[in-house]
């Protein structure tokens, strides 16, 4: 099943020191490239997580964002009495000088920027990085659901504009054998009418016709066409990620149809390129979100 690198997904994992948040996601890329935005007191595990991610994931523009919520028996509160004592100084002389009533409460200066702060917690490295890892599996996990359901939406598309493209190469081949028989009706009718006596030489006029066959003869861009179209399909049913795979065989069909199209010389054949153009555009575009 193919699977989109478009997705979010969330996870979580709380353990006795607190709990970790975990939001990843995904958008287009023609490679693998992992940005992560973690607190600091995680950083040391930032290739841990580099790592169990890309083993997971392995195409498009991957964002990790880690939140950790220490729990309250892990986080006391610690007082800088220097700096609450300064507030209190100016802010009662602020008072006097405004001549302001009221009192300058404790709550007014326990609201004050880093009078109270929350410690810094030093879990157990292992269970921290334990917790870490699980939340971050949770959010792979999700991100995997949503890329496989829309894969799926991208599959279907996919064969049905595979299928419209089989069978306008099936039109081309079809017409193709016409090409070379009404060439040489037309070429005989020309040299009669510029002959004086009428007389056309059957030996001139084959020479001219297997000339023109071998110059328009599309066998073979043909049967390279099928044969991509084959690898196309097979590619569409591997559990691996296939994106850049099918992104290849596309350049191989676009480039079958250019050699079709300048060599059929045919405009029956020629609306039938630019048809299939059209069509392996399309493909492009959408092969461009698979993973």
Known sequence: MIKSMTGYGKGEASFAGGRVNVEIRSVNHRYGEIYV??????????NDLRRFVSDRLKRGKIEVFVQYE?????????????????YHEALTSLKSRLGLAGEVSV???????????????????????????????????????MRSMEGGALLDDLRKRMETVAALADKVARRAPHVVSEYSAKLKERLAQITADN????????????????RCDITEELVRLRSHLDQFEAALSLGDPVGRKLDFLLQELSREVNTMGSKANDAEIAIYVVELKSEIEKIREQVQNIE
């Open 37 to 46: 935005k973690l607190p600091r007191n995680l950083i040391v595990f930032e």
């Open 70 to 86: 220490p729990s309250a028996e892990a986080a006391p509160l610690s007082v800088n009495f220097n700096l609450a004592k300064a």
């Open 107 to 145: 709550q007014l200066i326990a609201a004050q920027k880093d009078v109270l702060t929350a410690e810094e917690t030093h879990s157990p490295e292992e269970a921290l990085r334990d917790a870490l890892l699980a939340a971050v599996k949770g959010g792979v996990e999700a991100l995997e659901a």
């Open 199 to 214: 007389a056309v030489s059957e030996e001139r006029l084959a020479q001219e016709v297997a000339i023109m066959a071998d």
